[in-house]
């Protein structure tokens, strides 16, 4: 059954015969059932079904860093989608059936403040990797930006995320993984966000290491 909340001019929520109805992004939308199909899907809707569930299975692992990341950068969609469109565009490489991630691609947060310069990653024992920056000259970086580090395993597909992992200022930051990591390669990343949270630099890719 379909509630009208306010009066005959108003969205409806639930169904209504063949309409449902529901708010998306403050905005009523209704649409139809869909009716099941027979036909086969073609090898397009096959990729980009396979492309669509190869991103949405990297974003979503990481969907707090994303919120940050994307935030300033939304417009009328929510900061995930906005993520998830960008992805879904760069992110996946090959032909149909053998696509795959790009981790080099991967773009965590685009936003307004100044990268870091001189930025570098290094594995320790112990399995450690080491984030260096410099912060640069600039009057519009402040010292209470905070750096959030990523670090994504292609292999066990997992990632480890430091999130406002430390201030700009400490111009470095040990970054302790899981021992299972150990032997394996990892792609690194880094960027910075303003201490409220609303400003964000764009993300950096800094290339992989082995983890000892």
Known sequence: MGIQDKGAFDGFRNKTAKLIGMKINGQNVITGLHNPSNVPFT???LEQ?????????FVRKVTAVMRLGYQS???KRSAYNEAMSYHLKNLVTGSYP?????PEMAIFSRGILNPSTGTSVEALTGHVVKFTWASPEASGDAPTDNATLIVYNEQLERFVVGLNAAARTALSFEFHLPSAFIGKIVHCYIFFASADKKNVSDSEYLGVVTVI
């Open 43 to 45: 090898p397009s809707q």
């Open 98 to 102: 053998d696509l795959a991630i790009d």
């Open 73 to 75: 950068h939304k417009q």
């Open 49 to 57: 079904q396979m492309v669509f569930k190869l991103v949405q299975s």
